[in-house]
């Protein structure tokens, strides 16, 4: 798209769409983690919901783009059903047509391991999310390679029962507080005038 001149436009919030949009300019916009990261966030669709009409006015000015990224789990979910406006064009990461190729995925663990790829690329089909784990194992390289890719939630399991054995109570409730949030745990929500706010507003979701 950039090379048909087309500016590339990263945003976290459907507003911004509404915020950056240029009549005037071939625009595309990118919305990574679309409605949540690993499940759908009730939080995010209504968010959406409030300006949905407006973006689709904006896309029919065909100098506007729209591309949104989201988990498969999340995308069969109901509510995203209802988002008729992203469901015109889908292009599943996992179907036999786009997934990564065995070449692909053994650079991708080059990248990222570097010597110790050969280590692991016979486990580079055990998982979808086998970039992932390279990334995270780059991040995490005292952890045992072979048993981080052969059962990386064991492994993660194992840290999160570590934590809780040793004590590290301050840093096992905020693993979990960031599970509960979807990841997007806001410094303001900890504070004293907000928490009685955010905690009535949760339990309106549950």
Not at 56 to 72: D, G
Not at 94 to 107: A, M, R, V, W
Not at 188 to 195: G, R
Request: glycine letters at 2%; aromatic letters at 10%; charged letters at 30%.
């Amino acid at each position: 798209m950039k090379d048909e001149g087309y500016s590339v436009l990263l945003v976290t919030n459907p507003h911004d769409i509404v915020k950056f949009y240029n009549p005037n300019k071939k625009t595309l916009f990118v919305m990574d983690d679309f409605c949540g990261t690993y499940s759908i966030n009730q939080s995010d669709i209504e968010n959406l919901e409030s300006v949905i009409e407006r973006i689709k006015e904006l896309i029919q000015n065909k100098m506007t783009k729209i591309i949104v990224a989201c988990r498969l789990q999340i995308y069969q979910d109901d509510k995203f059903k209802l988002l008729s406006l992203f469901n015109t064009c889908v292009c599943n990461l996992l179907s036999e047509e786009l997934c990564l190729s065995y070449t692909e995925k053994k650079s991708i663990a080059e990248l990222y391991l570097e010597t110790k790829s050969s280590e692991v690329i016979q486990h580079c089909d055990l998982f979808h999310c086998f970039p992932l784990l390279c990334k995270l194992y780059s991040d995490n390289p005292e952890l045992s390679i072979k048993n981080f890719f052969k059962t990386p939630f064991s492994v993660y399991k194992d840290e999160c029962d570590n934590l809780h054995k040793k004590g590290h109570f301050g840093k096992y409730c905020a693993l979990a507080l960031c599970v509960i949030f979807n990841n997007r745990l806001e410094e303001e929500w900890l504070t004293d005038e907000t928490v009685g706010e955010t905690r009535k507003k949760n339990k309106e979701h549950v």
